[in-house]
């Protein structure tokens, strides 16, 4: 197989010297299963930071008394710094090196997430967490990149295999690790444990991973093409997080949208103008590469949609601590660990439409099923749906990822791990925007109805509206000193209204997973994925 990587760029087709560093035992550096090991360390933080702080928000706004507002903010712009910078973090890899962009990228996830637990004010939390999301973008794509310059074709689907299980196990876990520092520690806690797994990564980083660089990687950057495509990044994903505030008819959210469609067509035009293009357009003339993009959104919407009402469910309506909600999602953390690598494996077998097919129609059938939850329903059957969502995850999280990366050039691995990224927050947005929606609109709907057929209190307007805001979490809308019946009688009809919600959002979100599964009947294994180093020990 003939490898484009480990090229010296001022002498072409000569080996590139040893990265300057401690000099490592012989055969460490370069080492697959070692690198392996070493980026699903630092990604194991960043997948960890995009849950785990949902659950010291509220510590957080008590200690520093901060706003529901500026609370949401502690969220936001972390996902919004992370997805605007990810495809242009993607191309700084490509152009130094992703061995070099994934060490600046841990070192700094680290310390901003140790100035965060230093913060004093909800200011610096929130301006620190930018920080984080900009050097999360950094990391990300580098460790994709890093791997399908190490890997060989026919472990290269292993490989991402059990990166895709440590994103998923991470993302999943991230309630129970949270919940256990905030009862037992502080929300500092989950912070700084970055730090030390941080700099773990820093070491074997700096020990192990080998620089790789394609024979022909980009020399200039594609200036305006970043600020073009960064605004429209930016105009979207801010929609899509404002919109359940401003409302899906308002003006300022459509401003927006407009805005993102015409900075995107702008991007477009420019890039095919440009020498060294952000993203060459010619990335998207592979069918194979589209689909796995549009398939990555679509996995994303079904899976933080669905897991976002999930947590609620668990904690507002069978009463769970953070701890306990965590515990009833390990089979859906389990089946990702486990089905990860064997997804790997087959995909390797048998390419990569069937199981990415087969992964979404079970995850549409688990989310099916997730719409027949009830208040009363026994940890049995949800454990059952939350398998078959880890089980059907598990091949696209992996398969995916594999099409969209190896269906790019060597030297432009960096801006599809980028891609395969942005996809992934992109669809994590439109997930929770568009399904909040859907239970927003439900819950608007029902609860007047269900309000007065209990018998209640007639509620003016806006009285209802709180009312509604509360329901749509499961959150009863009672205050104290209430006599005990009539707090029951309220918790009943907001716990019904709310399932009601989150069941017809369970539906769409089952039938976006439906959709997917024509999409990937269009994706076929990566044509370059041949490009990749065979280098180090298999």
Known sequence: MTSQTAIDPTGPGDKAPAPSGPSPAPGLRGHPWLTLITVAVGVMMVALDGTIVAIANPAIRDDLHASFSDVQWITNSYFLALAVTLITAGKLGDRFGHRQTFLIGVTGFAAASGAIGLSGSIAAVVTFRVFQGLFGALLMPAALGVLRATFPAERLNMAIGVWGMVIGASTAGGPILGGVLVEHVNWQSVFFINVPVGALALLLGSLILLDHRAENAPRSFDVLGIGLLSGAMFCLVWALIK???????????????????????????????????????RLFRSVPLSAGVVLMVLMAIAFMGGLFFVTFYLQNVHGMSPVDAGLHLLPLTGMMIVGSPLAGAAITRIGPRVPLAGGMAVTAIALYGMSSLEVDTGSALMSLWFAMLGLGLAPVMVGATEVIVGNAPMELSGVAGGLQQAAMQIGSSLGTAVLGAVMASKVDSDLPGNWADAGLPKLTPGQLDQASEAVQVGVAPVTKGMPEPLVAKITSVAHETFISGMGLASLVAAGVAAAAVLVALLTKRGANAEAGAGVGHI
Do not use: N
Not at 255 to 275: G, K, P, Q
């Open 243 to 281: 919109a359940p505030a401003w409302g899906w008819g308002a003006g300022r959210t459509w401003l927006f949208i407009a805005a993102s469609v015409l900075l995107f067509a702008l991007f477009s035009f420019w890039e095919t103008r440009v020498a060294e293009p952000l993203i060459p357009l």
